[in-house]
């Protein structure tokens, strides 16, 4: 996903520089430190042609040397000085600057934990990565060095404009005929520098995305013959990347002509009124050795300005991208005074007229969903693709919020819960499991941190991964690498339930856990679960006749509404649809075939 490029100009980019105060508020002694001796560097560096001014028209025009070297030694001091101070200017924002950027990085993370599935739904992963990684380096290179000289060289053009004037008034009229033509070709390229430089950001996010994508899917792409496919696509967004950085490039060619030709036409100006009002003997030798050691001084912070006013419209980009992020609103949340979870938690679950309808979408996911499971049942959810299953048992934990009606715990609105404590109370297994570059143990225990390993060998033993696990180099401490694509589907499934089974939570939501496993290890797992689901509230979407009677009772989904509640032979006995779903569903199962025994 892509926002539209923000305002360009320097109303924007001081608008999207507004994000930084409160992440710098905190070291301003420090970077404040640093700019006074940026400052003072800067002075320091002027005050050479001024001591300058002073041999030519003392010590040499009277042919004086005894004071020659106390002044060539006053030279030598303001130099050192602003070596000193340049290096404490270093040493002062070096820190600050990546305490910034490490402040910004963690808070956007933790707002990525805080937001809703939804979000992470519309947004695609190498986006989200690009803001978190390319463009906060860009704002610590802001707050380290380019923002803090924007505001220094702008200082020392001032006032080395100033001591210009001082020297001849005459400079003055001259600085200030190349200062405006400077400043309105500085503001023009730099407006559109802005929208160009937005551009390549958002282009950078969407390569990541599809570096991400294919390393993620690099099974699939092989195995399809996709790999020259993705080649191109990559090598396109590339080449696309490489054009907006060619523009970005020639506007800045065209900033350093506007920047480099001005000045060195100011140059040429001085010297030329210079040298006429020496042979006219209204200007010192002096002050014009003087005025042009100032202008020449003044080369840098002048043309340095527009590449200064480019780096700071990139870090404003980079703050609006970071901003559309951070800024997403946060609709799951806690209640402003959570309910207590009820003690001992029973586990009943009641969906009350529930409907589900995603953003911008034209019809509902689910309408009027009424079921009841009591306390300790197990409750199976079936139905064609698209009837809403996976939908629904992510409301329980509120992954996403009802858009009508309430789903209750106990009897209260899981709305009206704590979210740490509705999670604690409900665990989750998905179809497609989701495992982190870790160990085995951290993988199980991902929500319950610190259980002993007893526990964590029980969990495995339910979901019959102790097997596997035990024969693997290191246990427990084996890493499983990104993704666990080591392992295959199978073994990944089971580790995933293993961690949803590790809590002996009160309420259990499972979808569909156990496709990816063979006939005989699906046995197993499905006899060790009726021992976990007897004391628990569980809610199991299935696709497989077999999981089905795990169930106490089974719903049955069509079009966003429960069509059919019973148990399993009763529905089989009074239902068609019901027979004509399974049959379909184990049609399924026999052409899936083994695949628990196929490594990834």
């Known amino acids: 996903m892509s926002a539209d490029p923000p305002a360009g100009g320097a109303g924007g ?246 920047l480099v030709m001005l000045p060195e036409a100011a140059i040429a100006a001085i010297l030329g009124l210079g040298a006429y009002g020496v042979v006219q003997g209204t200007l010192t030798l002096g002050t014009l050795v003087a005025a042009i050691t100032v202008m020449t001084y003044l080369y840098w912070p002048i043309a340095s300005l527009g590449w200064l006013l480019a780096e700071a419209s990139s870090t404003a980009t980079a703050l609006t991208r970071y901003a559309e992020v951070r800024d997403a609103a946060v609709s799951v949340t806690d209640p402003p005074v959570p309910v207590p979870l009820p003690s001992p938690l029973r586990g009943a679950l009641v969906l009350r007229g529930v409907g589900f309808r995603h953003p911008g979408a034209a019809r509902p996911v689910l309408d009027g969903v009424d079921l009841t499971v009591a306390p300790g049942e197990t409750m199976a959810l079936v139905g064609a693709t698209g009837s809403g299953k996976t939908t629904l048992t992510a409301l329980v934990a509120r992954l996403h919020d009802v858009t009508a009606g309430a789903v209750l715990l106990d009897g209260v609105d899981v709305r009206d819960l704590a979210l740490a404590d509705l999670r604690g109370a409900v665990a989750t297994a998905f179809e497609d499991p989701v495992l982190i570059s870790a160990s085995v143990r951290e993988n199980v225990a991902l929500g319950s941190p610190g259980t002993p390993d007893p526990e964590v060998w029980e969990a495995l033993r339910i979901a019959r991964a102790d097997g596997f696990v035990a024969a693997l180099p290191w246990g427990l401490d084996t890493r499983i690498g990104e993704q666990g694509m080591s392992l295959s589907g199978g073994q990944r499934q089971r580790l995933a339930l293993a961690r949803a089974v590790l809590r002996r939570p009160p309420v259990l939501v499972l979808d569909d856990p156990l496709s990816a496993l063979d006939v005989h290890t699906e046995a197993e797992v499905e006899a060790a679960l009726r021992q976990v689901l007897g004391g628990v509230t569980a809610l199991v979407v299935a696709h497989r006749s077999s999981t089905v009677q795990l169930a106490d009772r089974v719903a049955m989904l069509a079009g966003g509404r429960i069509v059919a509640v019973g148990t399993h032979r009763d529905l089989l006995n009074r239902d068609p649809a019901y027979r004509e779903l399974l049959a379909g569903l184990d049609t399924d199962r026999d052409l899936d075939g083994d695949r628990d025994g196929v490594r990834a």
Request: proline letters at 4%; charged letters at 15%.
């Open 13 to 258: 980019t001081l608008s999207a520089l507004r994000r930084l105060p409160p992440y710098v508020r905190p070291h301003r002694a420090a970077l404040v430190g640093g700019g006074l001796a940026a400052l003072a560097a800067t002075l320091a560096g002027l005050a050479i042609p001024l001591v300058t001014w002073e041999i030519v028209d003392g010590p040499i025009a009277r042919g004086e040397t005894a004071v020659l070297p106390w002044l060539a030694l006053g030279v030598l001091a303001f130099g050192l000085l602003e070596a000193v101070l340049i290096t404490v200017r270093r040493a002062l924002v070096a820190g600050p600057s990546n305490d910034v950027e490490s402040a910004m990085r963690a808070d956007l993370f933790a707002h990525l934990q805080r937001l809703p599935v939804a979000f992470h739904d519309r947004w695609a992963s190498g986006q989200l990565l690009s803001r978190a990684t390319s463009d906060l380096t860009t704002v610590r290179w802001f707050v380290a060095f380019s923002g803090l000289f924007l505001v220094i060289n702008t200082v020392t053009t001032v006032v080395g404009i100033g001591v210009l004037v001082w020297l001849w008034p005459l400079l003055g009229v001259v600085v200030a005929v190349v200062a405006v033509p400077l400043t309105v070709l500085t503001l023009l390229i730099e407006r559109r520098y802005s929208v160009v430089a937005r551009r390549a950001q958002d282009q950078v996010g969407d390569l990541a995305t599809i570096v991400e994508e294919s390393a993620l899917g690099i099974r699939v792409l092989k195995s399809l013959g996709r790999g020259r496919r993705i080649t191109a696509r990559f090598v396109a967004g590339s080449r696309g990347l490489r054009g907006t950085e060619l523009v970005k490039l020639r506007l800045v060619a065209a900033l350093w002509f506007v």
